[in-house]
């Protein structure tokens, strides 16, 4: 078995693949999401349909490069902490 660290740098770990929200909410906000978006798409022009995409692309984006951050920061913290209980334990 291999460990954790070798399967994360082989790419056999995809945290952002496999993580799906349990928050009940999740669901029935991106069927809300969807429906808004049907609605939008009969209301704008072809040309105009278009570029609300694109700017719901760039959101996406956005939206994504943040989740990446703070699951970075997340890890280095953890890794700190972890750290902190290591070289402090003999102090209590």
Known sequence: MRS???ALYRGD???????VPTDPEY????RRISEAIKTWEK????TEFSQFEELLDL????????AEVSFVHGFQLGA?????????RNEY
């Open 4 to 6: 954790i660290l070798e």
């Open 13 to 19: 770990i995809r945290p952002v693949e496999t993580i």
């Open 27 to 30: 669901r029935e906000l991106n």
């Open 43 to 46: 209301k704008l022009s072809a």
């Open 59 to 66: 959101r996406s984006k956005s939206g994504s490069m943040h």
């Open 80 to 88: 700190l902490m972890m750290t902190e209980v290591y070289t402090t």
